[in-house]
């Protein structure tokens, strides 16, 4: 999956939803989508800070909108990316709530992390087919 195809993937196709999985290259191609919006309106935000106020409060406005039309969809993404390595998405629930645990955060940050970076199960899990490869079966004892 591509660049266009994972951002129209996460905002269109699958907006907000929690079931299924989601593919490594779906999760962080459409994280560097995201990063480098928030950039844009961080950047802009910055250069028009010393001039005229109104259109800094603009930038914000724009880049606190933008955050609340994605929250929904990151979260659907980052669940669906659990479900990918076969874990539940109330797992990602604990784990986010134990990072407003002093110190514990970190570790659960970590967990987070790593999860999202690791491969995801091969063929059908509980949770749906391979992203990667649909029509793989998962026949252990075949």
Same mark, same amino acid.
């Given at each position: ?40 309106? %961080? #950047? $802009? ?5 010393? +001039? ?5 409060? &603009?930038?914000?406005?724009l880049g606190l909108l933008y955050a609340l039309a994605t929250i929904l969809p990151m979260i659907a993404l980052q669940v669906r990316r659990f479900h990918d390595r076969n874990i539940s998405g109330w797992w990602l629930l604990a784990l986010v709530i134990l990072c407003f645990v002093p110190l ?6 970590? %967990? #987070? $992390? ?5 491969? +995801? ?5 509980? &949770? ?15």
């Amino acid at each position: 999956m591509g660049f266009s195809e994972a951002i129209k993937t996460v905002l269109t196709q699958k907006y907000i939803t929690f079931s299924g999985r989601a593919s490594r290259s779906e999760y962080w191609w459409f994280q560097l989508f995201n990063w480098l919006v928030g950039g844009v309106f %961080a #950047i $802009l935000g910055s250069l028009t800070g010393s +001039g005229v106020a109104s259109l800094t409060n &603009f930038f914000s406005i724009l880049g606190l909108l933008y955050a609340l039309a994605t929250i929904l969809p990151m979260i659907a993404l980052q669940v669906r990316r659990f479900h990918d390595r076969n874990i539940s998405g109330w797992w990602l629930l604990a784990l986010v709530i134990l990072c407003f645990v002093p110190l514990v955060g970190l570790i659960c940050a970590i %967990a #987070i $992390l790593v999860i999202s970076v690791l491969r +995801g199960s091969e063929g059908p899990n509980k &949770f749906g087919p391979d992203p990667l490869r649909p029509e793989a079966r998962a026949e252990v004892f075949a």
